[in-house]
């Protein structure tokens, strides 16, 4: 390999320097428009080169990603982002991969290698543009798509019960899950350099509008009245407070309850503290979103991070069991040739 | 030390010049075990050698039927063998079923060795022998000569005060087989012993028992009247001096991709999936973390390549390895390798298809799938190896044009290749052919704008890696224009791509050695032009027709795409091409194509390799016929 890969003076970087000359081609209004901008923001807070950088993606809307950001980028066949940048990662663990996926790729199509990959935990950040429809193949429903949802393909309505992103997340073993909104630029950006920081998978699943063939998908978190209510904002060692601090998460046991904070007598120590590093209690926020936003009762929609905690990266364990192999020194071309079963044939 | 020289009575040793053996018996009985150690100590006498497995495709088949029957042969020489011989001339039969699935295969007068424990009631009728009948007494094996052993009564004997269970004691029987045939040969225990107490390092009781077993064996073949007028033989060694070891054509692919990386100075890579019959290059390269290789197993097979191509964009030598159904599912993955101009190794050993097909069988039949298995306009190199030793040569070259064209190229092998074996004279490091990696270089901010598709006198472009300052670029599945590499929907410049993309191709035959002719006279009647395992069979095939004095040649083709620059030439020197294949005929058509003439095929979709018997026949036939 080559030894010109690390340059130790890095300039300071802005946004627009992770801007390719290339124009973005999505739709007006697409949440991915957003999405980019977010993570131009991230990046040159992360103080790693542009060429230490890659971007890889599969086929969708979202997989166009790497064409606009200044970096390396491949574009690859639908489904296989992630086995894509495992085989980089773990062939050059030095570099920063991410992977920009949709729920048709990441979840349909790909659906395996997402399962296979949150289990092996090779250090990749993961954008999972989740707008819930195929936009790329104009409008058929995705494996998020909502039960009932009328599209080209489901003109009777959708029957497939929709995947749990987070709950499958965490089902395949991953180490990190998080749930960002392509609207709140601000928490987006927080996100994403959190998921950036954590070593090891880490996953970031993003409502992303689509106004052409699923506009309005989550409209029930989106507009200010609908999002006070139906979502809670997770913060670590933080108590699980939404509706403008009128209501809370009570756990009961295994069941989490909403509870009015005025009414009840119950102060916010009483409530359901968020601690990111514990499975269950994460297990358990994935299925908030079974609940459907419909009463007062509802759980609210989760956003932030629901799980993180590290451990070894599939990359550093391949590493560390080549090291103990060759502590006694690396195989030379002859021995290698060699074999350990060689014999000598002498002169008759 | 156990003499092996001295018997202690005078029996005869006849010298041979070759003989080809066969141990047989249940999946359960060990005979893959004692013909790999029988192989492994005819190798070390500098013998000539070759060996084919052929075990049934289920784990555990049901035990003394004849789908449950495992088979090792192997072929030793004094003189150069390239197969492990059309018949056998000694067969081991440890049950009925092992003497029922192959006798058709033992040379009439050739010997039979029978564990007469696999004959009783119960055996005979698993293996389907009709009620009463037992081929040891009823004077059907009359053109054989028959050895009746009493196999498993001997080793409970031997190993009557070992300390182990019965049942232990009762698989050391294959190990009371092998020590009767080192006698009937002539050969030294000691390697097995060596090889035993490093196997058994933690069971000392165990080593010994099996070590005792051999002797058993040895000492009853010189003990016993049985085998006094047979005698014993001797098999002069052939090989020249030097350092030897035996390989397989999966252990050659292996040890290959590592070397391969090893001379380019690159990282290997093996992204990669189980399938029989091409595992053993994965769990080979498992083994080699030392060399510092990466393997990876994948969740499937399109992850497997797909991890691979992710590899060679990071710079490494990747390769992928598989077999039929999973080269099917690889296929769109290649259609990106080739499009994105990457370098990366894919082995895809052969076996019987379509679908599941016969798993552990070998057949030639994935060319035309290699060939043009992709969708859209996506030629790529392909080659194919011609014997165990071979795969080792193939798969390095198949790594020195991925790397020095920045394509994707199969390499062809198939399950004959895979699991045979022949002693193979360890390679210098320094005779193997440089591979060059042309990486791009760093590029400062005045330099001119970096071109990922800016091509070369050879149309190849350079390896831009991540980590490389300067380079940073976007590339991926959509076609991309000229040159820069950005997305083109641009209808001249995708026929001027697909063009450019054949052309680097097709160039590549400027950079692979010219065809020659392995056997045989430049110009003549016949030419029998092959590709792939057959190479053992029709090059024995033709030495005996030459020897007969026919005017035949043989040619075998390693470069399939793009073919040597002379290949047409060298057709043109003879009356008829013949072009056996283990297929319904695919060389054959894309001979057809190229050149336009008219081969005769010869084929065969049986799941076993040709024997240079039915190719001997071919060959004759047709040049009576030319003559007439």
New interface residues.
Partial sequence: MTENTTIPVLPVLIAKDFASDQEPKWCPGCGDHAVLQQIKNVLPELGIAPENIVFVSGIGCSSRLPYYLATYGVHGIHGRALPMATGLKVSRPELSVWVGTGDGDALSIGGNHFIHTLRRNPDLNVVLFNNEIYGLTKGQYSPTSKIGLRTVTSPSGVIDQPFNTAALTLGSGGSFFARAFDRDGKFLRSILKRAALHKGTSLVEIYQNCPIFNGGAFEAFSSADNKANNTVYLEQSKPLIFARGKRGIWLDGFQPIVVDLDKEGISSSDLWIHDETDINKASILAHFADDHADSEESLPRPFGVFYAKERITYEDALTAQIADAQKNGIGTFEELLRGDQSYEIKKA | MTDTTKSTRQVNVTSKTSVSVLFAGDSGDGMQLTGTQFA?TV??Q?TELNTFPNFPAEIRAPAGTIAGVSGFQLQFSSKPVYTPGARFDVMVAMNSAALKANLKDLHRGGIIIAGTEGFDEKNLKLAGYPEGANPLEDGSLSNYILFPVPILQLTREALKESGLSSKEIDRCKNMFVLGLLYWLYTLPLEGTFETLRAKFQKNVHMAEANIRAVKAGYFFGDETELFANLGRFDIA?Q?????????TGNEACA?AL??AA??A???L?L?SYPITPATEILSTLAK?????V?T?Q???E???I??????A????L?ATNTSGPGLALKT??L??AVI?ELPLVVINVQRGGPSTGLPTKPEQSDLFMAMYGRHGEAPLPVIAASSPVDCFYCTYEAARIAVEHMTPVICLTDGYLALSSEPWK????DNLAPITPR?H??RQPEDPPFLPYKRDDRQVRAWA??????????????EKQNETG??SHDPENHELMTKLRAQKINQIADFIPLQTIDNGPKKGDLLVLGWGSSYGAIKTAVEQAIEQGYSVAHAHLRYIHPFPKNLEEILGNYKKILIPELNNGQLIHIIRDTFLIAPEGFTKIQGVPFNEMEILIKITDIIKELQS
Avoid: W
């Fill in positions: 492994n190798a070390t500098g060694p090989k020249q001096h030097g350092t030897y070891r035996r390989v040890i590592t070397a090893k001379k100075g690159l990282k890579f992204g080699k973390k030392k060399y510092g990466k990876y994948a969740e499937d399109i992850a497997g797909v991890s691979s191509i992710g590899a964009y990071g710079g490494a990747a769109e993955a259609g990106l994105l360890v390679e210098s490091p990486f270089a760093p890696i991540p980590g490389t300052r300067g380079l940073e670029h976007r590339i991926g599945g959509l950005n997305v």
